[in-house]
T-cell receptor
Framework: GESVGLHLPTLSVQEGDNSIINCAYS??????FIWYKQESGKGPQFIID?????DKRQGQRVTVLLNKTVKHLSLQIAATQPGDSAVYFC???????????FGKGTRLSVIA | GAGVSQTPSNKVTEKGKYVELRCDPI?????LYWYRQSLGQGPEFLIY????????DSGLPNDRFFAVRPEGSVSTLKIQRTERGDSAVYLC??????????FGPGTRLTVL
């Protein structure tokens, strides 16, 4: 299948460690932010989202932090597992039902 | 399965030919999006439908690209006089009136 994420920044973490992936977004008018995981040959898969009236949201093993002052988004993955290896993209939009603008991806590589 | 499906999964064509890519959204989803993803990049927006009408087609690169959604469900992306630069993975996503966009697996288009 198609290989995504060539020449992308890579984050290598040891299995069981926590991972932090960062993203800078571009539009101060954006009010909805999403993290997607993309494995080779597949479409992006939703991980977690956050609206601009929040600065933190937690899911199962994942936490998203939003800093609107510096237009920064981060994804924290607790106890990283080999199955977490993929390319991760942040995306932004206005009002949640408009086209997404994707950031540059980060390849997460989990070392067993 | 109840996810977004796209056909074909792979399409190889010659420069100058016409191609059609199909997207079947999740049943009941009124919004449908087309994105294009080049190797090593995040998806880039092409066109967005709300029901049968194109709500935003500002991402279409030129008039060789066209998309329809005649009955508010299945959508077809049409590319005329294909060029080698059109080679990419074409992703479709659907959503309810607002919120999470669910992506299909994509169609990998190769123009020789």
């Amino acid at each position: 299948g198609e290989s995504v994420g060539l020449h992308l920044p890579t984050l290598s973490v040891q299995e069981g460690d926590n991972s932090i992936i960062n993203c800078a977004y571009s539009n101060s008018a954006s009010d909805y932010f999403i993290w997607y995981k993309q494995e080779s040959g597949k479409g992006p898969q939703f991980i977690i989202d956050i609206r601009s009236n929040m600065d933190k949201r937690q899911g199962q093993r994942v936490t998203v932090l939003l800093n609107k002052t510096v237009k920064h988004l981060s994804l924290q993955i607790a106890a990283t597992q080999p199955g977490d290896s993929a390319v991760y993209f942040c995306a932004e939009s206005r009002s949640g039902n408009t086209p997404l603008v994707f950031g540059k991806g980060t390849r997460l590589s989990v070392i067993a | 399965g109840a996810g977004v499906s796209q056909t074909p999964s792979n399409k190889v064509t010659e420069k100058g030919k016409y191609v059609e890519l199909r997207c079947d959204p999740i049943s009941g989803h009124t919004a449908l999006y087309w994105y294009r993803q080049s190797l090593g990049q995040g998806p880039e927006f092409l066109i967005y439908f709300q029901g049968t009408g194109a709500a935003d087609d500002s991402g279409l690169p030129n008039d060789r690209f066209f998309a329809v959604r005649p009955e508010g469900s299945v959508s077809t992306l049409k590319i005329q006089r294909t060029e080698r630069g059109d080679s990419a993975v074409y992703l479709c996503a659907s959503s309810l009136t607002s919120g999470e966009q669910f992506f299909g697996p994509g169609t990998r288009l190769t123009v020789l």
